[in-house]
């Protein structure tokens, strides 16, 4: 169990970490997609436009890009092209059923969210002709909970665990996914530009 969970937060942490490119680097995205919005009955959190999610991806993207020195133009000639072949947002519905004897809870179902954005992208090295796939996402959802809160502590309530809550996610979950999509797309990045250097 200790290695599975050691390998998770590894590839966890390698996909928020980019890499500096010392001597420098230009690259151009090409036409952005159009977003695509997969939104189940009964969704809770999706308020705002698909474009608008993009356009604050795209836009961290470029900010995160330029801490590891790379710069983005508009047109003309570049090292890297980036073409962005997808942006997905998502957001589902499943079902958590307590199966918990001791609980008052037991049989009930929780209908719980899971929210997700997800980019797919090819990188190309005006250089050599070479290319390489990037992808990057990020995703939060709704959890079932039965753990103590604050409050049980101060009043000495669900000592025994039996009482089940439904932990939901902030209001503005889809801003905080287009950043961290951003974010993460720009790493894929620069990992991908070391790789087609070699």
Sequence with gaps: MRPLLLLT???????????????????????APQPELVIADGAKYWNGTERECLEKTLAVLRTELAGFQVTVVDSGKADYVLQLSSYTITESIRSETVRDTASSYNGQTFQ??????????LLISERNGRSKKVFAGASKDEQLKNNRTVFDLALGTNK????????????SIYE??????GQRLAAAVTRKMEKLKK
């Design 160 to 171: 025994d665990r039996t009482e089940y809550r439904q932990k939901t996610l902030a209001g």
């Design 176 to 181: 905080r996914l287009c950043e961290q999509s």
């Design 9 to 31: 937060v590894v590839l966890t942490l390698s996909s928020c970490f980019g890499r500096k490119i010392p001597e420098g680097a230009t690259l151009r995205i090409s036409a």
């Design 112 to 121: 719980l969210a899971s929210c997700d954005i997800s980019v797919n992208g």
